[in-house]
């Protein structure tokens, strides 16, 4: 009984190895995706960042000109100069996320760091048409850890049964055979001449043990066994709970994530909407203050020549 436990044990241990593996193996496939998600979304900042960047400055140079002219006061122009330092700083540092960004993903992929990562700047999300207890059925089903904590639990029930066997009787089986050939030769001429001699003998026997008292070791050890598959057994319901919460936090995230990027995609058109019609209108504002600032010199040149 002993040695097919073990033998049920070591093949629940050695499967119990191979999915250790294959979550190593998921978690540094996550860690690269994760990375690479990164890397866009920090491109995409940076983007977004020198836009910003690029109208501060269109705003700085017009209110140079506007003071130049006249038409602005100086806290107007210190106000555009202060926007803009602060809009190119933040330009500085999402470039320097952006290069971070690019490191770590190059570790991860085993590259050098300092190679260049050309990723694409949108990421296509598809719609999660997958019912939540279906998803819930396919991760308990295919999840690495669940599946190594399970194999784990069957191999500690089998070392509570090879420690239960040390209770029982102990069967020896024993064998032996042996073969003797033996020739004889001599000078005597006849029957007697040559004799050959062969013979065979075997034997079996069966001894039978039991262990009557060895200071409770046996004792503990089935204790010892019986603790440890009752931990393994806890902290498998442990990862259940836990991948299912898992599973509903990010099932809810989704959704919600979802339905916050329809709505930010709403402002984002209608802020870029906004957008235009302010740059339509300060263009048109900073062209009717350079026809009042021409009218105005002119009318000073003016009085100036009737002088």
Known sequence: VRMF???RRYDELARAGEYEARDKIEAIVVAIMRSFFNLVQQQ???DVA???RDISRVRLEREEVRHELGGASSADMLNARVNFNKDQSLLLDQELAVTIAGKDLNILL???PLTPCTVRKEIVVPALDIPFDTLLMLAQQNNSTLLTARHNLSAARESVRIAKSAFWPRLDLSGAYGYNDRSLFGDEVGPMADRNSHSINAGAGVVMSFNIFNGSIDSINLQNARLEAHTRELALRDIENRIAGLVQEKYTTF???MEKL???EQNLDTARTNLERQRERYATGAKVGDRKSTRLNSSHSSISYAV
Request: charged letters at 55%; hydrophobic letters at 20%; glycine letters at 6%.
């Open 5 to 7: 436990a073990d033998k």
């Open 44 to 46: 995409q900042l940076r």
């Open 50 to 52: 020198g836009e910003t």
């Open 110 to 112: 085993a590259r050098d």
């Open 255 to 257: 959704q919600k994530r």
């Open 262 to 264: 329809r709505l930010e």
